[in-house]
């Protein structure tokens, strides 16, 4: 069974990068295609980036041009880089492994 950890949020200023972690174990990490999702408060979960297990990239509306998505086998995770971060950035971003979720970490954006 998966099993994953996100790290990495926390409390950046409006303009500000942040680098999250997903690492997951239980599993042969090659064959799982990964994602970021986050949901703000009183908003639906919605889709940051995918990445497949052949490294195939999507990146939804909400953050495209803004952040990306990498992969690292060796060590099993998967990254979220988020630049220029924005107040309406703040929620709670959830890792994702096929149909497994992570418990979500919160990134806050705020002065």
């Known amino acids: 069974q998966v099993r994953l950890a996100e790290s990495g949020g926390g409390l950046v200023q409006p303009g500000g990068s942040l680098r999250l972690s997903c690492t997951a174990s239980?599993?042969?990490?090659?064959?799982?295609?990964m994602g970021w999702y986050r949901q703000a408060p009183g908003m639906q979960r919605e889709l940051v980036a995918t990445?497949?297990?052949?490294?195939?990239?999507t990146y939804g509306d909400s953050m495209v041009g803004r952040v990306t998505i990498s992969r690292e086998i060796n060590v099993n995770a998967v990254y979220l880089e988020m630049n220029q971060l924005t107040p309406e950035d703040t929620a709670v971003y959830y890792c994702?492994?096929?149909?497994?979720w992570g418990q979500g970490t919160v990134v806050t954006v705020s002065s």
């Open positions: 994702r492994a096929n149909t497994v």
């Open positions: 239980g599993v042969d990490f090659a064959i799982l295609n």
């Open positions: 990445i497949t297990r052949s490294r195939d990239i």
